[in-house]
């Protein structure tokens, strides 16, 4: 899976940045399908922040939209 967010706002200062800076991976864990192992890999964009005064250069945008934040079952 690959994030498309073209801008994003800098949690550090809340200024929208549409510059790119690269991207990484995650590899967020995952429950069992139909006793298969699952493996997501998700190719996340990284921005660099507008404002010079800003303490963050660069942040990559919150995944809550796509991987919701939750505890995995044990």
Not at 8 to 27: E, H, K, T
Not at 54 to 64: H, L, Q
């Amino acid at each position: 899976m690959e994030c498309t967010v073209n801008s994003a706002a800098c949690p550090a200062c809340g200024v929208w940045s549409n510059r790119i800076d690269g991207s990484y991976l995650r590899f967020p864990a995952d429950v069992p399908s139909a006793g298969r192992s699952v493996v997501l890999q998700l190719r996340v964009r990284r921005f660099a922040c507008r404002n010079s005064g800003c303490t963050r250069r660069t942040f990559a945008p919150s995944p809550t939209s796509t991987t919701e934040s939750r505890r995995r079952p044990r």
